[in-house]
Structure formats: C-alpha cells, structure tokens
C-alpha cells in the first residue's frame, strides 16, 4: 500500500524557514513525480510546487518563487520543501501528492497519492 507521510511543519515567524519532508513507501519517487499543495480553512486546496520523478521539470506557485525550494532524495525514498523568508500568508496545512504524470500533478487531478498534511503557521 502506498503512504506518504509528511513531516517537519510547525510554527515559526515571519522570515524564518522550515523544511518539509515527505517520506514515500517503496521507490515511489522513481516513478512519480511529487509535489505540495497547500490548503487554509475555507479555500480550496492550492498548488506551491512540482517535481518530475527524472528531476528535470520543475513548478512554483508565483507567491514562493525565489522563497521556496522542492527537491527529491531516492536513495531515501522523500521529498522536501525548503521554505525560507516565511510570511503569514504562507500559513496553511501542506500536503505532500505524488503522481505518475508531472502536468496531472501539478492539477491535483485524480490517479494520484496524498499524504495527511502537516500544518505550517509563520506569525508576524
């Protein structure tokens, strides 16, 4: 059974950074793309960034460009997020997807895997 379970969320203020993880059962990052949306109460869930399982695609959200980073380790099978200069609009439960096609990834579309979530709070 697939999981992936996220980790390293909590509470900072503002420009600080924290680094999310996400770890996946099996190799699943060699053959998924992975990537980590984000949901605040009321909205819907939205996307902040992908990676291609070959690594060489790559997608922000236009508000964490420059500020956030996505990567992925297969030798132990997780995903990251390094998030820096934090605001309080970054805010928000983030969850961990993983997908066999990068464009449907990056939709939310269905097919694919998500973790719990892990909430994130930057106060200013």
């Known amino acids: 059974q697939v999981r992936l379970v996220e980790s390293g969320g909590g509470m900072v203020q503002a420009g600080g950074s924290l680094r999310l993880s996400c770890a996946a059962s099996g190799r699943l990052f060699s053959s998924h793309s992975m990537g980590w949306f984000r949901q605040t109460p009321g909205k819907e869930r939205e996307f902040v960034a992908a990676i291609s399982w070959t690594g060489a695609s790559l997608s922000y959200e236009d508000s964490v460009k420059g500020r956030f980073t996505i990567s992925i380790d297969n030798a132990k099978n997780t995903g990251y997020l390094q998030m820096n200069s934090l605001k309080p609009e970054d805010t928000a439960v983030y969850y961990c997807?993983?997908?066999?096609?990068?464009?449907?990834?990056?939709?939310?579309?269905?097919?694919?895997?998500w973790g719990q979530g892990t909430q994130v709070t930057v106060s200013s």
């Open positions: 997807a993983a997908h066999p096609f990068y464009e449907q990834l990056r939709r939310g579309a269905a097919g694919g895997y």
